[in-house]
């Protein structure tokens, strides 16, 4: 079961969109439509940001979307503020009640 | 309010044995399977695995296999992951989580620091 591979780092200054990927493997990103992304800061639990691949839960902003296209997911900031700086996480099912998670992504707001 | 809510932090010598516990409520816990992932210090997050506390059924990620045991009680509503012989490469945070919507983890507990160290 590898990890699934995230670029280390992504940036944007306030007001802009950056969008990042979560590449996997057919037997789990692309082979079910249950990509989750969270969102950690330093010291804190992760928080679900986008569950579905797409879908947002009740309170998180519309300036975060997910999409996905074969093998790799993506999530995208839009209107990148301040308190968006962390660390992001994708995680998807991998089947008979497996998880796995992406290697993670340091979002900077310059 | 679904919340859970871990036991706090250990400080270990390698050999020793240990458990940390996850304690839910707001929900039925027999409903939702409970994940714990392993995150060590300045890395990314990794899934160990998960309970089902309804039949008590268990799945591992193959790097923790037999490194760990997962076990619930359901009459406290209660998770834990235990080790028998703890290891200095076991230090990190340590977080419960609940499998709601749709797969995801939905709901985290606070976390759980283990500190393993002669």
């Known amino acids: 079961q590898s990890a699934l591979t995230q670029p280390p780092s992504a940036s944007g200054s306030p007001g802009q969109s950056v969008t990042f990927s979560c590449t996997g493997t057919?037997?789990?990103?692309?082979?079910?439509?249950?990509v989750s992304w969270y969102q950690q800061h330093p010291g804190k639990a992760p928080k679900l940001m986008i569950y579905?691949?797409?879908k947002r839960p009740s309170g998180v902003p519309d300036r975060f979307s997910g999409s996905k296209s074969g093998n790799t997911a993506s999530l995208t900031v839009s209107g990148l503020q301040a308190e968006d700086e962390a660390d992001y996480f994708c995680?998807?099912?991998?089947?008979?009640?497996?998880?796995?998670f992406g290697t993670g992504t340091k979002v900077t707001v310059l | 309010e679904v919340q859970l809510v871990q036991s706090g932090a250990e400080v270990k010598k390698p050999g020793e044995s240990l458990e940390i516990s996850c304690k839910t409520s707001?929900?039925?816990?027999?409903?939702?399977?409970v994940v714990w992932v392993r995150q060590l210090p300045g890395e990314g997050l990794e899934w160990m695995g998960s309970?089902?506390?309804?039949?008590?059924?268990?799945r591992h990620n193959p790097a923790f296999q037999g490194q760990v045991t997962i076990s619930a009680d359901r009459s406290i509503s209660t998770a834990y992951l235990q080790w028998s012989t703890l290891r200095a490469s076991d230090t990190a945070m340590y977080y419960c989580?609940?499998?709601?919507?749709?797969?995801?983890?939905?709901?985290w507990g606070q976390g759980t620091t283990v500190t393993v160290s002669s």
């Open positions: 989580a609940r499998r709601g919507l749709r797969n995801s983890l939905d709901v």
């Open positions: 707001g929900y039925s816990f027999t409903s939702y399977w």
């Open positions: 309970i089902y506390p309804s039949d008590a059924a268990t």
């Open positions: 057919s037997s789990d990103v692309g082979g079910y439509n249950f």
């Open positions: 579905e691949v797409s």
């Open positions: 995680s998807s099912y991998a089947g008979t009640n497996t998880l796995v």
